[in-house]
């Protein structure tokens, strides 16, 4: 998959199902991926600190997630095929977890958004495991959070904190869970709650 730079951001220039096959074979491989879904909030944050750009450069997978962003590496001659939106990987990866009976866990939101959020995905993929799931209010330097997260054992972690909140836990995360897929989906518990 070609790599593209766009406003100091490098993207991954594939289309949601090219994205998605990338993560299966990776999940199925055993290696660890850690995915960035760069809205422009997201793109104009690394382009502002530099440390929130170094955990951005730590990606194995960074995605277009606005239009903005697709719009503006056509400007620059360096097409993106579409738009790949966190809200949309997380419900198809879902899917796949269901599939392939595998575990899942949910991190962030309000307490009360969490519990709906975990009741829909549990009864919507009654296949999933789902290794655990807790709300987005806790402190990054609270080490038990990390420790719960990787005792769980999940394959998937869907972190709903914020940038750069999840982008943060997710590579401190990474170093105890070397197989997972991680990924940072920003507002998306709220969503799925409705
Ligand atoms: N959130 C959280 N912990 C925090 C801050 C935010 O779990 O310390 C949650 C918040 O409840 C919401 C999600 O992170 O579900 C996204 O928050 P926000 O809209 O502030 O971030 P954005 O989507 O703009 O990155």
Excluded: C, W
């Excluded at 290696?31 to 530099?50: L, S, W, Y």
């Amino acid at each position: 998959m070609k790599k593209i730079e766009v406003l100091g951001v490098t993207f991954d220039a594939g289309t949601k199902q090219e994205i998605l096959a990338r993560i299966a074979d990776r999940l199925a491989a055993r290696e660890g991926t850690f995915v960035v879904t760069a809205n422009p909030e997201i793109v104009m944050k690394a382009r502002r600190d530099p440390d929130f750009s170094a955990l951005v450069k730590q990606a194995e997978l960074v995605t277009a997630d606005g239009i903005g962003v697709v719009q503006g590496a056509a400007m620059l001659g360096r097409p993106l095929p579409e738009r790949v939106t966190g809200y949309d990987l997380l419900v198809d990866l879902l899917g796949l977890a269901n599939e392939k009976h595998l575990r899942v866990f949910l991190i962030g939101a309000k307490p009360e958004v969490i519990a709906q959020t975990a009741a829909k995905v549990q009864a919507t993929y009654p296949q999933l495991v789902l290794a655990g799931a807790r709300d987005g209010y806790f402190d990054l330097t609270d080490t038990s959070v990390i420790e719960a997260v990787a005792s769980a054992r999940p394959d998937m972690v869907f972190a709903a904190l914020g940038a750069p909140k999840q982008e943060q836990f997710l590579t401190q995360l990474r170093a105890q869970l070397p197989h997972a897929l991680l990924m940072g989906v920003g507002g998306s518990f709220d969503v799925l709650a409705g």
